[in-house]
């Protein structure tokens, strides 16, 4: 097994104490660091993938996105740029009146891993911050937002007509949540919806590059 | 016509019941004892029992433990004796004189006089450490998560002796969310490494001593997790949500658990609710799921709604539903 190959089963498997010495012997054996970083993450995509189809499960993703993590500190260095946003930047945040983290935690996790930089707004977004972000931010791609209960699908639905009315453009809009399908997110003009943070990954990886 | 408690027993065992069980209206819960946890009022915050800040902002249908920097108790899992101390629960008699009073007062044979608990184990532990930390130390630092489950499990049945020497209840109806709507929260092999054998000795406890009946709360997905509630002792899973295929599971595992749900409460508990909207997912559950090991009623984790009325309005399209269908 190579030793790109070895990094690639390491964070799939969550092996966060492993995967920054398996990365430097990475480098060490002369791979591009570049090559490294995109087989880390293919690694989490396959992680997202088993995650969306309920073979692994929260605390596998969990481990798998924080041995990436490590191995992205060892790697930064020696990267052009910081190397770990080329797909552009994500805007996250659960919207008004919402307290809800873990879940959108877990996609903001999975979408970093997928290559974006992450701009987490965190919980309790009313729209016009969303807005300020995309304004505040730079090559900003996907505006990600999340909403858990049926009560506050008025403020997720407010937060999309906010991000589409305020004439800003460049980047595309998903949401997501317990509550929301994808018809809802059609309703209110999303420009995505994914059921499940790895799917999330998935979706706004597609977005930004179509 | 048979009492509630009769009614819901001819339910368990696949008998000959005469309606549907209305939701809770079998269990007297015993809300005010010494040792019932505190939470925090609407837009208030407390410093419970173990030390965790929790809030309840206005507007929120429930409470939030605080996990920043500042707040959050397990700074370091390794280390987790230097941070908790689980509660004391002996209090005097004079303090346990109004719950006594209420199960006193509950006619057995109409009703289960039920005790509460709540947050149970896996939730106690992501209060204690944050989800994310909580999730990643049961791969990362298993011997101190066993530790620490250990220590819960011992405050339980502490609490468990308390409630059984003062109430002599007839059931237990303990929380602990095990999962999203859609998986739960961890694998069926960690939950069984975990939490299994914490729960059996728990609730094989409260049955070793005269409860007759465990009802557990998880308004989740986890119908990958029912041969383990089996296993534990539970009689009744409460909060099962649409997500689980409720009437499959019910074929499946009907003689040895009951489900009771299969209406999600946030399709019908909600700003604007309607009587229409209730009346058809109290239908849709009833006919899909039939008339035994099934108690129809919403998912949420006591007898009460988020919104005013919609407890009620449940239980009148239940007993439009027993006319029917008995």
Redesign the interface.
Known sequence: MSKIEEVKAKVEA?K?KLVPGLVQEALDAGNNPQDILDAMVESMSVVGEKFST?E?????M??AA?AMSKGVDVLKPHLAGDGSSKLGTCVIGTVA?D?HD??K?LVSLMIESAGFEMVDLGV?VPAETFVQAIKDNDNVKIVACSGL???TMPALKEAVAAIKASGLNGFKVIVGG??VTLEYAAEIGADGFA??AGTAAVKAKELAIA | MLTKRQNLAEVMKGGNPDRFVKQYEAFAMMMRTPITRIKPPIGGEIVNEWGVTIRWPEGQLGAFPVHDAEHIVIKDITKWRDYVKAPAVEFSEKAWAVAVADAVAVDRNDQYVTVFVAPGIFEEVHYLMSMEEALMAYYEEPEAMHELIDYIVKFEMKMAKEFIDHLHPDALFHHDDWGSQINSFISPAMFEEFFVPAYKKIYGYYKDNGVELIVHHSDSYAANLVPAMIEMGIDIWQGVMTTNHVPELIKEYGPKITFMGDIDSGVIDFPGWTQENIAQKVETACRRCGKLYFIPGASQGMNVSSFAGVYEATDEEIDRMSKEMF
Do not use: Q, R, W
């Open positions: 969550g966060s309920g692994i499960f929260v605390p596998e969990l481990i924080k009146g307290l873990i879940g935690n309790d209960l049926t009560s317990a509550p059921p499940d």
